[in-house]
Every structure is written in structure tokens, then in C-alpha cells.
């Protein structure tokens, strides 16, 4: 029986999530920042931190979620059913 990791499967998704949606936004902000007459270059950290926001956001999610079934009465589903 296969053991499932809730975590790492969101962790995984939110990756590649994160590497189509990355050189799509480069090239969008890019083209939209050709109208300015001052414009700034988009660096690398750029992206880091919104991925790194992301993961943060998919793990903190999926520990709620873990925490509020952990504490969960099963008498209290089971009757609502």
C-alpha cells in the first residue's frame, strides 16, 4: 500500500505550476513595461520570492486543513450525516 504525502504532492504541483507560469509573467511584465518611459529590469529573485510565497501559501493550506481534521471529533461527522 502506497503511503500518501499530502505535502509533497501540493509541493510538486505548486512547482510546476511555478515553471510554466514563470517565462509566461517574464514575457507579459516585459511587454507591458515597454510602455514606460522609466522602466526597471525584472531580476531572478524576482520570481524566487513569488514562488517561494506560493509553497509557503500551499503548505500553510494543507497544514490547516491536516490540523483542523486532526482535531476533529468523528462522532460529531458521523452524526451530521
Excluded at 13 to 42: Q, T
Amino acid at each position: 500500500m502506497k503511503k500518501q504525502n499530502t505535502a509533497i504532492d501540493f509541493v510538486k504541483l505548486v512547482g510546476i505550476s511555478f515553471l510554466v507560469a514563470c517565462p509566461v509573467a517574464w514575457w507579459v511584465v516585459n511587454k507591458w513595461l515597454e510602455d514606460f518611459a522609466y522602466r526597471i529590469d525584472i531580476q531572478w529573485w524576482m520570481f524566487a520570492v513569488a514562488g517561494l510565497a506560493a509553497v509557503t501559501i500551499a503548505l500553510l493550506t494543507v497544514s490547516w486543513q491536516a490540523i483542523r481534521a486532526a482535531i476533529a471529533n468523528p462522532v460529531e461527522s458521523l452524526r451530521d450525516e
